[in-house]
């Protein structure tokens, strides 16, 4: 009997260990940890673009230096739609996430309705306590 409950035991830790690795693969595909390291690659050429654009326009301002065929703000009204496309780019992501958060939140209240179901119907089917 003991060694039938530890394969029972060792079979649901399988399975739990199967399902977290499932559940892993499924967060790095929806920009979990595996990509962080490419977010910040992306955050970082943001960053350097914007900041260049700005300090080149600074120093176009201060130095009075101007390039015939460049208009005068070109440099700022870049640095401003890098900055609306990173806020979209953001926008787009936590979407990802929510989603994911949506559909496990679903599972979850499903796997509770069914357990619920099932013990009603083991309540139902056992002589009650109260009979």
Do not use: C
Request: charged share 30%; hydrophobic share 45%; glycine share 4%.
């Amino acid at each position: 009997m003991v060694m039938d409950e530890a394969e029972i035991l060792r079979k649901e830790l399988d399975h739990y260990r199967s399902e977290k690795d499932r559940i892993r693969k499924v967060i790095g595909q929806i920009g979990g940890a595996t990509s962080k390291r490419q977010d910040r690659v992306i955050n970082i050429i943001f960053l350097v673009v914007v900041l260049s654009l700005f300090i080149l326009d600074i120093f176009r301002e201060v130095t009075g230096f101007a390039l015939p065929t460049i208009p005068r703000f070109l440099s700022i009204e870049l640095a401003l739609l890098l900055v609306s496309l990173k806020i979209i780019w953001m926008i787009h992501r936590q979407s990802k996430v929510d989603h994911f958060q949506f559909w496990v939140l679903n599972s979850i209240e499903f796997q509770i309705n069914m357990m619920s179901k099932r013990l009603k119907d083991l309540e139902e089917r056992t002589p009650g306590k109260g009979d």
